[in-house]
Every structure is written in C-alpha cells, then in structure tokens.
C-alpha cells in the first residue's frame, strides 16, 4: 500500500503561509544541490503529489513551469478550475476520503501530500497520512495558514529524525504509532 507523506516548511509560531497564501518567507530555506535534506529522496520516492485548491493556486500564480510534470497532481477543491490540464493535473471534487483511500491502495510509489492546512488536517483526521517531514524555519508570521487546523484531533507520532540544518532550520520526521 501507498504511504502518504506530508513534506512541508513551517514557521516557529505552526504557519505553512502568510494569510493571502502567500509562500515567498520560505525563501530563506532554499537547499543547495549537495544539501537537499532528503527533499530529492522525497521526490524519488513518491509519484503522486496532492494539494489543496489554495496551494494549486498559489504555485500557478508564480507562472513558472509546473514542477511535477513526472507524476500525477491531486488537486483536492470544491470547484475543478485546473489551469494547467496538460500537466497530469486532476481535481477531486467529490467523495475526497473514498478516492484518497483509493489511490493509496494502487500499485505504485508513494504519495506526497504538499498542503495545504485545511487538507492535512482533513487527511490526519481520516488517519491518511503516514509520515511526515517538517522543516521548522526560524522565523515568525504572526499570523496566516495554520499547519493543523484547530479542528485536528489528537494523534500520536514517533520521531524518527530529528536535525538541524543551516541557516538554523530543523528537520523533524515521524510517523505514525
């Protein structure tokens, strides 16, 4: 079976974005190519991606290529406005808990889920998700996107790594009990 895997930055104060969606305070974590912090193996790993419609969004708006025309996007929205349908891009508007379960139960690799916080925690409340890999960046939003929601129930997570990157970024990975 497929694990799903949330891989996500987010700042000390538990914010993945800025009110507006914005990602752009990420900036100062970027990785070089001798020091990706298992992000590479992440992506070696996985050949599906899903997303909230907010995230999706957020990364069209950058008007860049789509970054993960190898694998299959998930867009997890009340309304299917894909803007870039020639780049694997599916929305799933209905029945989210029955296709997700589904997905994870087909042949393959694993699944990254990308964001966002509504969506994890919609996904942890329906015990989806398998592991996790947060960078926590040294710095303070003040407000924005909560990475669980206050709607999140109560789970119970083993650290399996626990290390501090440059520029004081740590890196915590766990799993589910």
């Known amino acids: 079976m497929k694990k799903i895997k949330l891989c996500i930055a987010v700042s000390l104060d538990g914010y993945i974005a800025r009110t507006d969606g914005s990602l752009e305070w990420i900036a100062e974590m970027h990785h070089t190519k001798r020091a990706d912090h298992g992000f590479n193996e992440l992506m070696e790993s996985v050949d599906t991606v899903i997303m909230g419609g907010k995230t999706y969004h957020e990364f069209i708006g950058y008007q860049v290529e789509w970054p993960y025309k190898d694998k299959t996007t998930y867009v997890i929205s009340h309304h299917d406005t894909n803007l870039n349908e020639t780049d694997h891009v599916i ?42 890999q947060i960078y926590y960046v040294p710095v303070i939003l003040g407000d924005g996107v909560a990475l669980f929601g206050d709607k999140t129930n109560m789970s119970k997570w083993e650290v399996t790594k626990c290390e501090r990157l440059g520029k004081g970024v740590m890196i915590w990975l766990v799993r589910a009990f």
């Open 91 to 132: 929305f799933l508007t209905d029945d989210v808990f029955k296709r997700i379960t589904a997905l994870k139960k087909e042949d393959g690799k694993d699944i990254w889920l990308v964001g966002g916080g509504k969506l994890i925690s919609m996904l942890l409340n329906w015990d989806l998700i398998d592991e996790m």
